[in-house]
Nanobody, 115 residues
Framework: QVQLVESGGGLVQPGGSLRLSCAAS????????MSWYRQAPGKERELVAGITSSGGSTKYGDSVKGRFTISRDNAKSTVYLQMNSLKPEDTAVYYC????????WGQGTQVTVSS
């Protein structure tokens, strides 16, 4: 079965950095595009970043462009989200996502940006 396990969240001060990881299993990772989404309290889930199966193309939500970087290691079946210059408005639960015939989601990892 498809499993997505996120890690790397936590509490960080404004301007700080975090790197999230998502370990994937149960499907052919190297053939799948991957995405990160986030959901803040009282808000809809939004796309943060996406990456193609080869890693050759990426896309970002407008609010994170220039600050976040998505990458992947197909040998490790893992996708990453490097988050720099974090702002309080980045506070949310971050989810890893893959569409493999149907959509799958990880359990989420909490990111809190606060002084």
């Amino acid at each position: 079965q498809v499993q997505l396990v996120e890690s790397g969240g936590g509490l960080v001060q404004p301007g700080g950095s975090l790197r999230l990881s998502c370990a994937a299993s149960g499907f052919t990772f190297s053939n799948a595009a991957m995405s990160w989404y986030r959901q803040a309290p009282g808000k809809e889930r939004e796309l943060v970043a996406g990456i193609t199966s080869s890693g050759g193309s990426t896309k970002y939500g407008d609010s994170v462009k220039g600050r976040f970087t998505i990458s992947r290691d197909n040998a490790k079946s893992t996708v990453y989200l490097q988050m720099n210059s974090l702002k309080p408005e980045d506070t949310a639960v971050y989810y890893c996502n893959v569409f493999w015939f149907v959509a799958y989601w990880g359990q989420g990892t909490q990111v809190t940006v606060s002084s």
